[in-house]
């Protein structure tokens, strides 16, 4: 059974929104924070954005101002709600669960979605 599962990801203008989703079961949800990294190819996995269950929040520089990461709790799911989309931005976009405080550091994270791409056009 899959822990986590993302959605949401496609392929924008730059300048557009998309919004992407993560469900996890609630025994996960409830104990840890939840976290959207992200990947472009031949880089390094990076953190973008976390939240924990009360609403504390912790978001990269490269996208303050732009993304909003938030949460349903009855729903299990966390959001992450990205504006003004750059072509920088273009990655494969993980949720992730399992770090006991807001970090933005992968090692933190030992439960992982199966990713969803976005690409931004110029």
């Known amino acids: 059974q899959v822990q986590l599962v993302e959605s949401g990801g496609g392929s924008v203008q730059a300048g557009g929104s998309l919004r992407l989703s993560c469900a996890a079961p609630?025994?996960?949800?409830?104990?840890?924070?939840m976290g959207w990294f992200r990947q472009a190819p031949g880089k390094e996995r990076e953190g973008v954005a976390t939240?924990?269950?009360?609403?504390?929040?912790n978001v990269a520089d490269s996208v303050k101002g732009r993304f909003t990461i938030s949460q349903d709790n009855p729903k299990n799911t966390v959001y992450l709600q990205m504006n003004s989309l750059k072509p920088e931005d273009t990655a494969m976009y993980y949720c992730?669960?399992?770090?006991?405080?807001?970090?933005?550091?992968?090692?933190?994270?030992?439960?992982w979605g199966q990713g969803t791409q976005v690409t931004v056009s110029s």
């Open positions: 609630g025994y996960i949800y409830s104990r840890y924070f």
């Open positions: 992730a669960a399992g770090s006991l405080f807001p970090s933005l550091s992968t090692s933190s994270y030992g439960i």
């Open positions: 939240i924990g269950s009360l609403g504390r929040t």
